[in-house]
């Protein structure tokens, strides 16, 4: 059978040396071979977060860092705001809701990014505000927030700067100690390119303060139990971790390391803007506003006259193409390219190629080669 190219906005394809590092033996997870495991994988994750503290890797996914970030630094009934553009602003606010915290909505509406004024607004409004979740990318509408900016303005309250990078963090700029970042979450599947079902967690001083305040209602993500264990010799963590999925994570940050963080982002973003150009040449409508475009996802409205299900059904079983589509009120509206992780333009110009006889196939008035030229003139 041939193989599906994943072209998702996670999971993503993950390379043979990432998925023979799965390979190697099992070892106990209480020895010095695992603590030295865990050692080099968090000191690596700290790198690319860019922060001078300790990074904790959690058996899971991203959701449970997200968790994790919510329960060890909110007490129930007291206040966060919650910044939501989409499904996944809209998750954090479901998960401070399920724990009993004050959740204050700041809509955003989906496909624009937030504005930092707003966020200072709304804090200047509201004392009580402990905390505020901000999403960096937006996979369900391609949107990338400003999450630089939104630091700045932070610097000037005690409230928490609590944030997503789970698709962002290694596609994107994500500096967490310049920023002024709190609390910063991440996943495994997506621009780090390794396999799903770990997440990774950091958190500042001022969120450990406010920790050792906070008696977390969840009791596998009690985050002074990961500190407690992962400061034992040798270093472990508290529950028993996916070891091959940490051999597969610390060897898919070393090829990050090898790349070069900085190499890495520019590759996204080059992916991001052949993308938008092609998908535009393609005469196809983007759905995020082009000025906050994502780095790592594109999202893009399906033409007229044209279902969900036969374009990316005809993508993926005639073409080999793998293509997401929309979530809550955009399913059946827009598709999404996801262009993160080891994507160049070998896989862009596979995609679009299957885009465009696709669209043709289906009927559509359009040139099915022009997706592939315009990938090709941004590559030249």
Partial sequence: MDEILLMLPGPTSVSQRVLEAM????????????????????????????????SYIITGSGTAAMEAGIVNTLKP???????????????????????????????????????????????????????????????????????????????????????????????????????????????SQKCLAAPPGMAAITLSDDAWEKSNDVTPNNYYLDMKEYRKSGNKNPPETPYTPSISLTYALYEALKVIEEEG?????????????????????????????????????????????????????????????????????????????GHMGNVTYKELAITFSAIGMTLKGLGIDVDPGAGVRSITESYI
């Fill in 23 to 54: 390979s190697q033996p099992i070892v106990n997870h209480r020895s010095a071979l695992f603590g030295e495991l865990f050692t080099k994988t968090s000191s690596l994750m700290s790198k690319i977060f860019k922060t001078e503290h300790q």
């Fill in 261 to 337: 963080l900085d190499n890495r982002i520019k590759r996204h973003h080059k992916a991001s803007k052949a993308s938008v150009e092609a998908v535009e040449a393609l005469g196809l409508e983007l759905f995020a506003d082009k000025e906050v475009s994502s780095a790592t996802v594109t999202a893009v409205k399906l033409p007229e006259g044209v279902t969900d299900k036969e374009f990316r059904g005809t993508t993926r079983d005639k073409y080999k193409v793998e293509l997401a589509g929309g979530q809550d009120h955009l399913k059946g509206n827009v598709f999404r390219i």
């Fill in 77 to 187: 009934n007291e206040k966060v705001l919650n910044v939501v553009g989409g499904k996944f602003g809209e998750r954090f606010m479901n998960i401070a809701k399920s724990h009993s915290i004050n959740t204050k909505e700041l809509e955003v509406e989906w496909g624009k990014a937030v504005d930092p004024k707003n966020i200072k607004e709304a804090l200047d409004e509201d004392e009580d505000i402990k905390a505020i979740t901000v999403v960096h990318n937006e996979t369900s509408t391609g949107v990338c927030a400003p999450i630089k900016e939104i630091g700045k303005v932070m610097k000037n309250y005690d409230a928490l700067y609590i944030v997503d990078t789970v698709s962002s963090l290694g596609g994107d700029y994500v500096d967490v100690d310049n920023y002024g970042i709190d609390v910063c979450v991440t996943g």
